[in-house]
């Protein structure tokens, strides 16, 4: 698909886009009926589009258009999205072209026009700063509480739920301290989160539903965590909170000021996209002598960390070590927050061996769980526990814990698989979701319902070792913690096209967990989209209905997750798939079922035309699809779903937005202006004397 905008007579010129992506709604018809009307051409200009073209912003088309009919020497301009493919480039970025083969890369980055002739100059785009939010306003500390607590908050990449002993999976014996601090808290039975993990992290960090943002994996050059927010470090920042952020970005960093360290975080060491190597912070692939490591995404503040990269033997151990020197370092006199987003378990080249932690033996789970053996996941995980455990007996050390609230959480659900499966975008597959069904990138609980626990001296001693069944999400975080920390958690975004007011949409569950109360007679939410394509609903009446209207993920890039209906569902020997799912597996031998093919129609595939409905409360294995009964229940549950589905802030930078900032790059990962690092694509320009 695609949009050209063109001047009189002149031919268009156009170029092929890659499918549309969730975060954008604009119909076809309305960009149409938008044409029709004249509110986005301008002059002479007009605009076409294909009919499956749905991935563009009235503002961006208009951008386009605009630019078009103002510049008298231009004869087309064609509209193209950041991060989409042309040819085998990775783009990303606004195109000049000189001729049909030839591509290059303009100074605006972002979502604007590419102009097609090399005589074709823009006119000049004055700089529009971005909307920076409110200063954050301090409110009285909760009854009875006399202090402002340290917040820990751990991050786990892609652990399946049945990956540690927690809900009751006694054969695993290699996650005591994960399992200790458990015990020492609050069990959080219906913790879900978003179905893969940037959205995830960004829904973290700005309290808002990935549905109101988007649910797209954040490119390196995008405001997907958009500048005009108050992130949960800015808010903590304005409660004098000391902050470090540790590991995992994938929020995306258009500009040096997507920085974590320039948006709160009193420090920060970590990546900034979303997989690399355990060694060296080197991309994909570096393995071997660290000398050959070609690219590197690692990041000291506001800068490459090349001081840093030679001395990663193994990221997770690297992160806990760094995490126990911010606990040692930080300044006593001040309230702390450290943010540990580990690579672990995420798939990458754990494979290799896992330097200083002794491998999981074969028979370490009693013969029972050998996908924990492939490429050395047993070890990967355990690793990741002597981690945990390190940064728990140095906040002890400390004398911190009494005084601190842990949070533990993956991002989504496992990324599982048999042992001779590949996983999620090629990646081996070795996580366990049991006994739920999916795995990351799908809509069922296992991809969706992840394990998790608070713990902490700030936990009542009457909650720990308990467990609580309320329906939560990953932006719950964000208002308990601001709520805690005596900072009023509202974050108002006033949409300047229609001055309609968007807050966040985290509840405060720390009253609820602190007092134990249950969670489906009092819940703390009645609604909970997890994504754009499912929605929990908690009626009130013994039932938590759960809609699911496609099984698909429509790519953006070279990858389809198709129809994930009944896969990964198998036994804990990981050998055979559990009866009596079977028959809607024609190949039990080991590889994961894509597509429809084969399949008896009596299965469950989950699609807008068919979708599932399941009531989790009385089946939580998502067996019977319930929705050919329950007509009106699934009309109320999409309507519902589609007010959720409301992506209200613009996901790019302006042109006019980007003007104040030096965007000329070599690449759209920031290679070239960072050397051999990854980076922000953008930069601020030097103040004229």
Known sequence: PHVTCSQGSASPHSAKLTPPTPEHNLTMALLLAACAAGTIIHNDTGCTASPSHTNLTAASIAACCTTCSNNATCASWTFFP???????????????????????????????????????????????????????????????????????????????????????NAGITFTPNIQALADDGILLDRHHTYIWCSPTRRAFLSGRYPTHITGTQAPQCSNYLPLQFTILSEKLAAADYESGFIGKGHLGVHTVDHLPANRGFSSHVGYLGGGESYKWGGTYGASGDPAKVKFHDMWSN??????????????????????????????????????????AVHGGTWREEVPGTDAIPANSSGGLYPHFQAGNYGSVTHALDDGVGNITAELKRQGMWEQTLMLFTSDNGGDCGLPDQPGVGGQPGSASNYPLLGRK??????????????????????????????????????????NLAGVDPSDAWVDPSTQAVHDIDGVDVWPALSSGADGISAPVREWLPTSERSLLWNDGAGHMWKLITSGRWESTGSFDYSDEYQANRFHKNGSQYMDPFNACLPNTTGTTLRGTVGVPASCSVCSNSTPCVFDVLADPLETTNVASANASLVALLAAKLAVFNNPYIPSVLTPANLACYNCTLSDSKGIGKWGSFWGPCCIAKTPSP
């Open 82 to 168: 950041a991060g989409h493919h042309l040819g085998r480039r990775d783009v990303g970025t606004c195109l000049v072209s000189a001729d049909p083969q030839t591509v290059k890369t303009a100074a605006t980055i972002g979502l604007t026009c590419g102009c097609r002739y090399a005589g074709c100059t823009p006119a000049p785009v004055q700089c529009d700063p971005i909307p920076r939010p409110r200063k954050p306003v301090l409110q009285p500390l909760p009854p009875g509480q006399t202090f402002r607590p340290h917040f820990v908050t751990l991050l786990i990449d892609d652990l399946g739920r049945d990956d540690t002993s927690l809900y009751g």
């Open 441 to 482: 990138c799908t809509a069922f609980e296992g991809g969706t319902r992840v394990a998790a626990f608070l713990v902490g001296g700030m936990v009542p001693v009457s909650r720990r070792g308990t467990v609580s069944d309320q329906l939560m999400y990953i932006t719950d975080w964000y208002p308990t913690f601001c």
């Open 302 to 343: 506001d800068r490459p960390a090349d001081d840093l990269v030679d001395t990663i033997d193994y990221s997770t151990t690297f992160y806990s070590a760094l995490a126990v020197d911010r606990i040692q370092a930080r300044n006593v006199s001040r309230p702390f927050w450290l943010h540990v987003a580990y690579q």
